[in-house]
């Protein structure tokens, strides 16, 4: 293994400037995964990264020597404990990480199934927990319009919990061209819509749209849908986090489809 111990390194300096700018990431189309499970994700779905890194504490967890031992011919470049807290995303570094190329899934002409479009999606944490109840609830295809976090950023990888891997994500997407361009319906959500998200018949591909955590969707965006619906809420609180509403929609579409495959339709179509 190699060991780096200099500041002056280029690798050092190249994950160093990955892990804390948007824009060398973009410029590089490349990003650093910080753990076991993102690392171990990853070698699973795409094979062995552009480089694999392990601390000098890293190496001794069980977890990771495990994984090294298991993929021996990628072999880790080792840092010294406080070099690799530099170059890690996280606040308390985990031990292991890697240097991937950002994949581009090809441009998507038509979509068959459900899939979920997102507008001015900002905050890390909320992009990365929507990305990962789409995976959960059988999504295949994410589409980022303008204004949305940048989906391979460490803070919405680390939110993701590996959903990245499970889904084909378009960012910088035209999405009143999707909308149109979609063969099922498009749903957004609105709080003064007339009709509820359960009256709403989901047996068909939807297209889910979800808009800015503060302002929602724009003017254009949301009058592209072909519904507006509201999620009930007999509480006292005035609205819900975007990603929490993301998860009641998309799960009332599995609750919908699973009803029909209950009862046997012949007719039900994929999620």
Do not use: Y
């Not at 359960?198 to 889910?208: I, N, R, S």
């Amino acid at each position: 293994m190699k060991k780096i111990t200099s500041r002056d390194n280029a690798t050092f300096r190249q994950l160093r400037l990955l892990a804390e700018s948007s824009r060398e990431r973009r410029k590089q189309n490349k990003t650093v995964l910080d753990g076991i499970h993102l690392v171990s994700g990853w070698f699973e779905r795409f094979g062995p990264p552009e480089l694999l890194a392990v601390s000098e504490s890293g190496e001794q967890q069980v977890e990771i020597r495990d994984f090294l031992a298991s993929h021996q011919k990628t072999v880790p470049q080792v840092f010294g404990d406080a070099l690799f807290k530099e170059v890690s995303p996280v606040t308390t570094p985990t031990g292991i990480l890697a240097l991937v190329s950002i994949p581009h899934p090809p441009p998507a002409a038509k979509v068959a199934g459900s899939c979920v479009l997102l507008e001015a999606i900002q905050d890390a944490g909320n992009l990365g927990s929507i990305l990962r109840t789409s995976a959960a609830a059988g999504i295949s295809d994410i589409f980022l319009g303008p204004g949305c976090a940048q989906a391979w950023s460490p803070r919405v990888l680390r939110a993701g919990m590996g959903a990245h891997f499970l889904l084909r994500i378009h960012e910088h997407a035209e999405l009143a061209q999707i909308i149109h361009n979609f063969s099922g319906i498009s749903v957004s959500t609105r709080l003064d819509a007339d009709a509820t998200l359960f009256e709403l018949d989901l047996a068909g591909p939807v297209a889910w749209v979800f808009g800015n955590e503060g302002g929602g969707l724009t003017a254009d965006t949301a009058g592209s849908t072909h519904h507006a619906v509201r999620i009930p809420m007999p509480g006292k609180a005035e609205s819900l986090n975007v990603a929490a509403a993301a998860s009641i929609c998309l799960f009332e579409e599995v609750r919908q489809k699973m009803t029909i495959r209950t009862r046997g339709d012949p007719a039900s179509p994929p999620a």
